[in-house]
């Protein structure tokens, strides 16, 4: 359940998706890598506290 928690939002933050961040606006890379990392932590502890 965590696994999947996190990897909804959380996963492929250096993949595809931050290639195509980079090449239309180069400005707001270091935001899409801490908005999706903090999007996984959420979501991790959102699945932890409905799991218990």
């Known amino acids: 359940i965590l696994n999947a928690a996190f990897s909804l939002s959380g996963a492929f ?31 991790l502890v959102i699945a932890n506290v409905m799991e218990e």
């Open 13 to 43: 933050v250096f993949g595809g998706q931050l290639g195509f961040i980079a090449g239309v606006n180069p400005n707001s890379v270091t935001w899409f890598v801490v908005v999706k990392l903090l999007a996984g932590i959420l979501g």
